[in-house]
């Protein structure tokens, strides 16, 4: 058999994009964006109800603190009133309402919107807000892939009154660039039951798409294979993530693990976010994947998957990897993770989706000691090893050769973050 070779990209929540570094596109989830829907539901002279949702339409991708930022910009001079289920991040300037009673939520041209927190007041929520803006993706998560609010808008003149869509959105969450808003069917909304339905003025989309260019330069993972037959296992290439000595680039020697209170602290807020500090080695990477081919039977090859958290600083909850396999189509059973086929090819599965269990490894826990995450599964027997894994992180390439008969072509491995980058 010849000599295969095979390039294996590694990345939490996503997969290359390869059209363009700017408009992102997934092959192993082609129809996934985030959508950004704005609903006028009421004029009132210049004054406008709105509600705006904000879906996460992928499979595997999430969204984590500190949550999604929408911004956008006005057409003229249009102040928010008052907000419910989010806030503005700054006032701005509203000195041309002074004496005028009550200011306005928000003067800015180019407001900045945050979802809530858990626990806000009962009269500041709506339906689906106050989650920290944070997203469940489609496939783990499909009760909690939508956050709302609502927003009293308008101009500070009576002579506007026709309907102004505002331009140049943003979504604040690295690796996104969003479209131009288009019009839409009005949203309809159900009353009494569904006995009766009102909808909006006018509706407006935006789509959203992620690039894992724009997201990062550098990779966030790696990934090593080992198999039963064989001794060697072809580890992490050197420097797949950083290398150590360069500037910015610090690492925890073996045995030399720093007290919990001198590490860096890792908030809830965008500026508090730091950079990964790993356990020194030669890849340097704060997720480690490995595939080891553990057993052969008849008609069986059991598999197991590790997953190795490095980072001494983060924690990864409701974490999921994604797999590309020639084989997934005859996996038999999974242990200790969910699983599920993601089938991107009609009725030929090749693409697979684990996530943890609540309660038992949902969490990927930080620092001290290098958390294992272990997940043994059975399947017929075809090829060995995966051809691709994608992740919730940037990726990472190297070469696999082999002339073993059932051996892959090649592997890419997915780790989705929540395990998030």
């Known amino acids: 058999m010849a000599i295969q070779a095979a390039f294996i990209f590694c990345f939490f929540s996503l997969i290359s994009s390869f059209p363009s570094p700017s408009y992102g596109y997934d092959p192993l989830d082609p129809n996934g964006n985030m959508t950004i829907t704005w609903d006028f ?11 705006v949702s904000i879906r996460n339409n992928q499979l595997f991708r999430h969204v984590e603190m500190p949550g999604w930022k929408v911004g956008w910009e006005w057409k003229g001079e249009k102040v928010i009133w008052n907000m419910w289920g989010a806030e503005a991040t700054e006032q701005g300037n509203c000195s041309r309402f002074r004496g005028s009673g009550e200011l306005p939520h928000c003067c800015e041209r180019q407001p900045r919107i945050v979802d809530l927190m858990l626990g806000a007041p009962c009269n500041k929520q709506v339906s689906n807000c106050c989650k920290g803006g944070v997203l469940g993706s489609l496939v783990q998560d499909p009760t909690n892939y939508v956050s709302s609010f609502r927003m009293i808008a308008g101009a500070d003149t009576n002579n506007v009154t026709d309907i102004q869509m505002p331009k140049k959105f943003t979504l604040g969450l690295p690796g996104y660039t969003c479209g131009n808003p288009f019009e839409v069917a009005p949203t309809r909304f159900s009353q009494d039951g569904g006995r009766r339905y009102t909808q909006a003025l006018a509706t407006w989309n935006v789509n959203c798409i992620y690039s ?17 037959y064989n001794e060697t296992i072809v580890s ?4 797949s993530c950083n290398c150590q000595g360069l500037p910015g680039s610090s690492c925890v020697k073996p045995g030399k693990t720093p007290p919990l209170l001198e590490l860096p602290h890792t908030g809830e807020r965008e500026e508090e976010q730091v950079s990964p500090f790993v356990r020194c080695s030669k890849h340097m990477c704060p997720i480690r994947v490995h595939w080891h081919i553990k057993q052969n ?12 958290n490095l980072n001494y600083i983060n924690n990864y909850s409701h974490w999921n ?12 059973q999974v242990f200790s993770f969910n699983y599920r086929p993601l089938n991107q ?7 697979g989706m684990f996530w943890g269990i609540q309660n038992y490894n949902e969490m990927y826990k930080q620092r001290c000691y290098c958390t294992r995450i272990q997940e043994p599964s059975l399947s017929n027997k075809d090829g060995l090893f995966p051809e691709r894994s994608p992740s919730t992180a940037t990726s990472v390439s190297w070469h696999l050769r082999t ?19």
């Open 41 to 51: 539901i009421l004029q009132n002279g210049n004054l406008y109800d709105i509600t």
């Open 297 to 308: 039977y008849r008609q069986y090859w059991r598999v197991r998957m590790t997953l190795t």
């Open 345 to 351: 090819n009609g009725n030929f599965n090749d693409t």
């Open 236 to 239: 992490c290439p050197k420097s």
């Open 321 to 332: 990897l994604v797999a590309l396999h020639p084989n997934f189509r005859n996996v038999i």
């Open 403 to 421: 002339s073993t008969r059932g051996s892959p072509a090649g592997l890419i491995f997915p780790l989705h973050r929540r395990l998030y980058y």
């Open 212 to 228: 894992q260019f724009r997201a990062s330069s550098a990779p966030k993972c790696c990934v090593s294979l080992s198999a039963f």
